[in-house]
């Protein structure tokens, strides 16, 4: 067994040579992916087509599940080597049958990019009553990654990489109440523990994978006005985000640091298809990665965080409860349990 990132241990830089405003071409160059087969949800949209033409262009045949099958297709049209079928995250049959097929096709999976996402969402509910940004953005894919788990061991050298963001900071997982059935919904909380979620899976299941020669990452992917996942935001939580003064006028300070750090889709991309091929990941896993790097450890005190979202230039670092052993064990169970899925692990 090889070493772990529980609590951190594995969480410093490693100087990649890469940066912020590195681009998706920037970080395929050289690498050769003829042969290589990729999975990716979201992968007709915002960094998720990114990442799709980045990784068909060095010779990927990529799998881009979607509901919309013909909208997909059709935004998919020009870029080669590319195969649409149906899921539906929020979909327990929906994603097994998706698996079932991919494995009766009796390929390996060499990648596996959980990029599809929803965010900031009013509540809504699964089939099983389970909250719907926690159920979109890790319970389905937690199950895909499950269903999918032999493909994964059958290519020998498989990657998984788990797109988070840096609002993980705006909660851990609530485990006394991960369904908001007592607590008062909070979408900004509901997607932050989303969010932390997609990073102790990628811990927990690095820790688990690895000796199947399966490494799993997790990653912030940046901020990109170019997406469209902010769709769900009212005047107030404009406001409450410290975007817009109470009086409607525009915060200069946010719009600043927005602005400072904001990205293009190349460049939001770019982390997760670094992530997905870099040789210089080859050895370690289990790391949340952002700016094209090995992210910070961020040890800071994060009391008044749930309630506190004033930081439109987002938070940088990681979390250390994303990245605690006991809480990544945790998690792991109930989501086996949620799911009714386990890895054949």
């Known amino acids: 067994m090889g070493q772990t990132n529980y609590n951190g241990a594995l969480q410093k830089a490693i100087g990649s040579g890469f940066n912020a405003k590195s681009s998706t071409k920037d970080v395929i160059k050289g690498i050769d992916l003829a042969g290589k087969i990729v999975i990716v949800t979201g992968g007709d949209g915002g960094y998720g087509l990114e990442i799709t033409k980045a990784l068909t262009s060095v010779g990927a ?9 013909e909208k997909s297709k059709d935004i998919l049209k020009e870029i080669a080597n590319v195969e649409v079928e149906t899921l539906n995250l929020i979909e327990p049959i929906s994603i097994n049958t998706f698996a079932e097929k991919f494995l009766q096709s009796g390929r390996p999976l060499h990648l596996l990019i959980n990029n599809a996402g929803i965010m900031w969402t009013p509540l ?10 926690f159920s979109t953005n890790h319970l389905g894919h937690f199950q895909l990654t499950a269903q999918l788990w032999d493909a994964l061991k059958k290519a020998n050298g498989a990657r998984v990489v788990n797109v988070s963001s840096s609002s993980h900071h705006y909660s851990p ?11 008062e919904y909070n979408k900004f909380e509901a997607y932050g523990q989303s969010k932390t979620a997609n990073i102790l899976f990628a811990v927990e299941l690095d820790k688990r994978g690895q000796q199947f020669g399966v490494r799993s990452y997790a990653l912030n992917p940046g901020l990109s006005l170019e997406t469209n996942l902010g769709r769900h935001l009212t005047f107030e939580d404009y406001v409450s985000l410290g975007i817009l003064h109470a009086d409607g006028t525009p915060n200069v300070e946010a719009e600043a640091a927005m602005k400072s750090i904001q990205k293009t889709k190349e460049q939001g991309a770019a982390t997760a298809v670094w992530a997905a091929t870099n040789p210089q990941l080859q050895n370690i896993g289990g790391v949340y990665l952002e700016d094209v790097e090995v992210a910070q450890f961020d040890e800071a005190n994060y009391d008044s965080i749930a309630t506190t979202y004033r930081n439109p230039g987002g938070f940088a670092g990681v979390a250390p409860y994303a990245l605690d052993k006991e809480l990544a064990q945790k998690l792991w169970t109930l989501s086996e349990e949620l799911t009714q899925n386990k890895f054949e692990i």
């Open 61 to 69: 045949r990529v799998i881009v599940p979607a509901r919309n099958v």
């Open 124 to 133: 809504y509910r699964d089939q099983k009553g389970n909250e719907g940004q």
């Open 173 to 183: 997982i609530s485990f006394d109440d991960v369904n908001f059935n007592t607590r």
